[in-house]
């Protein structure tokens, strides 16, 4: 069962715009949403998260955006690095020990 | 300080072969839980441990078993290996097990089975 989504495979942008990485989910018990980053041959790094009781947090380049009602967050990252290039994982609890995983979106941010 | 370590990195067994990984947590950390990355997909939940306790399983057959020692590290056995547990197996440790909680990866031990 796919609780959560991400349906974008691939995102591309140029250096200094921004990447938008998206994600939904089916669970309305979930109450806690992660962002990992992954390169390859490492293991996933957490990049920022969010409660439910909030609709915004900020980390640098890094905001996560959530909307309860749509059941929706989004990752955006301003300005994009080169650096950035990764593969993005959205995940999420309901406060049990079993955290839900995407299937990633592998973001490329060119020079 | 050391990060999760896991081990080995690589490894190649054939079908019906068992298998045996191993992980580290960071210290301090008291909870392991132990993940699925198959190609393409996202990481899937096996199991938890806490303080040696399991504290919870994922949708896996019995085939798959852990356990947690008294320094808090882990391992992940599977037994009759099929094809397709070809995957990349992540170790991950946390302060706590449930609630609002960062799970910290290691770089996983990769497994072919042939």
């Known amino acids: 069962d796919q609780q959560v989504k991400q349906n974008s495979p691939s995102l591309s942008v140029q250096e200094g715009r921004i990447s938008i990485l998206n994600c939904d989910y089916t669970?309305?018990?979930?109450?806690?949403f992660l962002w990992y980053k992954k390169y390859p041959a490492e293991g996933p790094t957490f990049l920022i998260s969010i409660s439910s009781i909030k609709d915004k947090n900020e980390d640098g380049r890094f905001t996560v955006f959530l909307n309860k009602s749509a059941k929706h967050l989004s990752l955006h990252i301003v300005p994009s690095q080169p650096g950035d290039s990764a593969v993005y994982f959205c995940a999420a609890s309901d406060g049990n020990n079993d955290m839900r995983f995407g299937a990633g979106t592998r973001l490329t941010v060119k020079p | 300080d050391a990060g999760v370590t896991q081990s080995p990195t690589h490894l190649i067994k054939t079908r019906g072969q068992q298998v045996t990984l191993r992980c580290s947590p960071i210290s301090g950390h008291k909870s392991v839980s132990w993940y699925q990355q198959v190609l393409g997909q996202g990481p899937q939940f096996i199991f938890q441990y806490y303080e040696k306790e399991e504290r919870g399983r994922g949708n896996f057959p019995d085939r798959f078993s852990a356990r947690q020692f008294p320094n808090y590290s882990s391992e992940l056995n599977v037994n009759a290996l099929l094809l397709g547990d070809s995957a990349l197996y992540l170790c991950?440790?946390?302060?706590?097990?449930?609630?609002?909680?960062?799970?910290?990866f290691g770089a996983g031990s990769r497994l072919t089975v042939l």
């Open positions: 669970n309305s018990m979930f109450d806690y």
């Open positions: 991950a440790s946390s302060l706590w097990y449930s609630g609002a909680n960062v799970l910290t």
